[in-house]
């Protein structure tokens, strides 16, 4: 077959300058892209892998101070029981001379919309000495379970006896507050704790 | 021969987009697989831990939160005992934590009795403002009176010594026991994460007081902005969220609330796997580059040679076949 080949050299130098442009080019843009793309894959597998390393060892350092993490546990429970709750009001009251005259549960809600951390609010009606009360409050203040007081009020529609009028109590003669020594309150609190 | 040669070449540049169509794929391959495994990492085990451990990072923030706000009720019981002047009685006593405030309704001997309890209410430290807001002389001289106490909130920070009968060994709870009111001593980057995609979490060594952080490649050091937590009430300069150059370590300075400081140096490197893969692509890609280039050359050359001969001999046939006459 006769062809003219300075023609055909032409024609093939042009149909490569053609393939290397259109074909060979972007496809090795496309093996660079890749092989970047593939090295920041790398590198995010390496982060993860060196993230859950470092989580392991925090995890290992937080077992090594378990006695904390049981305190925080117990500050805020994971789980709400209202049964526990109201054993230890009952216990602890009685522990410290009140006697629970009332107990309510008047709120368990988050404490904001984004929070799945809930506060549990107890209305508890308690009588006895104001000493007591002090202790109990003491007690709650002093229980690895955290909880505040919104509210304490107590009081009697009866007139205190005065000291020269109380000398026969059994309560000491003087005391700071003279509401202490005369006779048993009704004592109302607002008690507030919080769980998961 | 350049004709030869050209179609040599032309073979060659086929060749070559074939190779990289082959290489296209098998990166591709490398990618999914890469992306399956990064799925993958992480043990059932540790993807517990990390439940755990972030389980106890929101409940220690939640309780630094609520002992932040936490209050002693019971310190007002002491504040009122010591007040209180002797001819003086409460009978009523009310006190919403939220208004920082107590009513009280009580009796005094004398209008004077209760004029110095007023005066001893409104020495006091904690107490910011008293109120009568109405008072009574009874039928045998006594004073009626009702009483309201605006309280300063430190009063509920402070905690007096623990009655010794009500001492509870077994459930005393040590963060309690704190003195809320002393400034904090704390002064320790607690975190410090790059918000990158994906993001890059810092490690802290406390004791030798570094955060070291692995950034992927590509990711320009000279412009990051970290997040950082820290100890209750510490502070931190430069502060969190601040664009820092960190392609030289920079030292964060940790000031806690008592004025105390200590340093950390912070340093963040392009991760070394990632730049090592980076490095060893790069120059896997120079040698295929070097072997297709001399493959295409070696091919070039010798389908241009081959043919060269192939017509030469065929010229030499044709001459002999002229010259012999056949």
Same mark, same amino acid.
């Given at each position: 077959?006769?062809?003219n080949?300075?023609?055909a050299?032409?024609?093939?130098?042009?149909t490569?300058v053609?393939?290397?442009f259109?074909?060979v080019?972007?496809?090795y843009?496309?093996?660079k892209t890749?092989?970047?793309t593939?090295g920041?894959?790398q590198?995010?597998?390496?982060?993860?892998?060196?993230?859950?390393?470092?989580?392991g060892t925090i995890?290992a350092k937080?077992m090594?101070?378990?006695d904390i993490v049981?305190k925080?546990?117990?500050?805020?429970?994971?789980?709400l029981s209202?049964?526990?709750?109201?054993?230890?009001?009952?216990k602890k009251?009685?522990?410290?001379?009140l006697?629970?005259?009332?107990l309510?549960?008047?709120?368990a809600?988050p404490?904001?919309?984004d929070?799945?951390?809930?506060e549990?609010v107890?209305?508890i009606n308690?009588l006895?000495?104001?000493?007591?009360?002090k202790?109990f409050?003491?007690?709650?203040?002093?229980?690895?379970?955290?909880f505040?007081t919104?509210?304490i009020?107590?009081g009697?529609?009866?007139a @205190?006896?005065t000291?020269?009028?109380?000398s026969?109590?059994?309560?000491p003669a003087?005391?700071?507050v003279?509401?202490q020594i005369i006779?048993?309150? @009704?004592?109302?609190l607002?008690i507030?704790?919080?769980s998961? | 021969m350049?004709f030869y040669?050209a179609a040599?070449?032309?073979?060659?540049t086929? !060749?070559?987009?074939?190779i990289f169509?082959?290489?296209i794929?098998?990166?591709?391959?490398?990618?999914? /697989?890469l992306?399956?495994e990064?799925?993958n990492?992480g043990?059932?085990?540790?993807?517990d831990?990390e439940?755990?451990?972030f389980?106890?990072?929101k409940k220690v923030n939640?309780y630094?939160?609520?002992?932040?706000?936490h209050?002693?009720?019971?310190n007002v019981?002491?504040?009122?005992?010591?007040d209180?002047?002797? /001819?003086v009685?409460?009978?009523?006593?009310s006190?919403?934590?939220?208004q920082?405030?107590i009513?009280l309704?009580?009796?005094?001997e004398?209008?004077?009795?209760l004029s110095?309890?007023?005066s001893?209410f409104?020495?006091?430290?904690f107490?910011k403002?008293v109120?009568i807001?109405?008072s009574?002389t009874?039928?045998?001289?006594?004073?009626s009176f009702?009483?309201?106490?605006?309280l300063?909130?430190k009063?509920? /920070?402070?905690?007096?010594?623990p009655?010794?009968?009500?001492?509870?060994?077994?459930t005393?709870n040590?963060?309690?026991?704190l003195?809320?009111?002393m400034p904090?001593?704390?002064?320790?980057?607690?975190?410090f994460?790059?918000p !990158?995609d994906?993001?890059?979490?810092?490690?802290i060594?406390?004791?030798?007081?570094?955060?070291t952080?692995?950034?992927?490649?590509?990711?320009?050091?000279?412009?990051?902005a970290p997040?950082?937590?820290?100890?209750?009430?510490?502070t931190?300069?430069?502060v969190p969220?601040?664009?820092?150059?960190?392609t030289t370590?920079v030292?964060?300075t940790?000031a806690?609330?008592?004025?105390s400081?200590q340093?950390?140096?912070v340093t963040v490197a392009?991760a070394s796997?990632s730049?090592?893969s980076?490095?060893?692509?790069?120059?896997?890609?120079g040698?295929i580059?070097?072997?297709?280039?001399?493959?295409?050359?070696i091919?070039?050359v010798?389908?241009?040679i081959?043919?060269f001969?192939?017509k030469?001999?065929k010229?030499?046939n044709?001459n /002999?076949?002229?010259?012999n006459?056949?």
């Amino acid at each position: 077959m006769d062809f003219n080949r300075p023609i055909a050299t032409a024609l093939i130098l042009f149909t490569i300058v053609l393939l290397i442009f259109f074909l060979v080019v972007p496809k090795y843009n496309q093996f660079k892209t890749l092989q970047q793309t593939l090295g920041e894959k790398q590198a995010a597998y390496d982060a993860k892998f060196a993230y859950y390393s470092e989580i392991g060892t925090i995890y290992a350092k937080l077992m090594e101070k378990k006695d904390i993490v049981e305190k925080i546990d117990n500050a805020i429970p994971s789980e709400l029981s209202y049964g526990s709750l109201v054993y230890f009001f009952q216990k602890k009251a009685l522990e410290n001379g009140l006697i629970v005259k009332g107990l309510f549960l008047s709120k368990a809600s988050p404490i904001n919309p984004d929070s799945d951390l809930r506060e549990i609010v107890f209305s508890i009606n308690l009588l006895g000495e104001y000493t007591a009360l002090k202790s109990f409050m003491a007690s709650l203040e002093r229980s690895s379970r955290l909880f505040d007081t919104n509210n304490i009020s107590f009081g009697t529609m009866v007139a @205190p006896v005065t000291p020269a009028s109380s000398s026969s109590s059994k309560a000491p003669a003087k005391s700071p507050v003279q509401i202490q020594i005369i006779q048993t309150y @009704p004592f109302q609190l607002e008690i507030k704790t919080y769980s998961y | 021969m350049i004709f030869y040669f050209a179609a040599s070449l032309l073979v060659a540049t086929v !060749l070559c987009y074939l190779i990289f169509i082959l290489k296209i794929y098998l990166q591709e391959q490398a990618i999914k /697989n890469l992306d399956v495994e990064t799925l993958n990492v992480g043990t059932d085990a540790q993807k517990d831990e990390e439940k755990i451990v972030f389980g106890y990072q929101k409940k220690v923030n939640d309780y630094g939160m609520l002992l932040q706000n936490h209050k002693f009720a019971s310190n007002v019981f002491s504040f009122l005992e010591k007040d209180t002047l002797p /001819n003086v009685w409460f009978y009523r006593f009310s006190m919403p934590m939220s208004q920082n405030q107590i009513d009280l309704a009580g009796e005094a001997e004398t209008m004077d009795a209760l004029s110095r309890q007023t005066s001893a209410f409104e020495k006091n430290e904690f107490v910011k403002k008293v109120s009568i807001l109405n008072s009574d002389t009874g039928v045998l001289g006594k004073i009626s009176f009702n009483l309201s106490l605006q309280l300063d909130p430190k009063i509920f /920070n402070y905690i007096t010594p623990p009655p010794p009968e009500i001492v509870e060994e077994e459930t005393t709870n040590p963060e309690v026991i704190l003195e809320p009111e002393m400034p904090a001593i704390d002064k320790l980057i607690t975190s410090f994460d790059l918000p !990158l995609d994906p993001e890059v979490v810092g490690v802290i060594d406390q004791e030798k007081r570094t955060v070291t952080l692995s950034v992927p490649q590509g990711t320009d050091l000279s412009a990051l902005a970290p997040r950082i937590n820290l100890s209750p009430k510490a502070t931190v300069m430069p502060v969190p969220d601040e664009v820092v150059d960190f392609t030289t370590p920079v030292v964060y300075t940790v000031a806690a609330e008592d004025g105390s400081q200590q340093s950390y140096t912070v340093t963040v490197a392009i991760a070394s796997a990632s730049e090592q893969s980076a490095e060893t692509s790069k120059s896997k890609t120079g040698i295929i580059f070097a072997i297709i280039s001399l493959a295409a050359l070696i091919i070039a050359v010798g389908l241009g040679i081959f043919f060269f001969l192939r017509k030469r001999s065929k010229d030499n046939n044709k001459n /002999n076949v002229a010259q012999n006459g056949f």
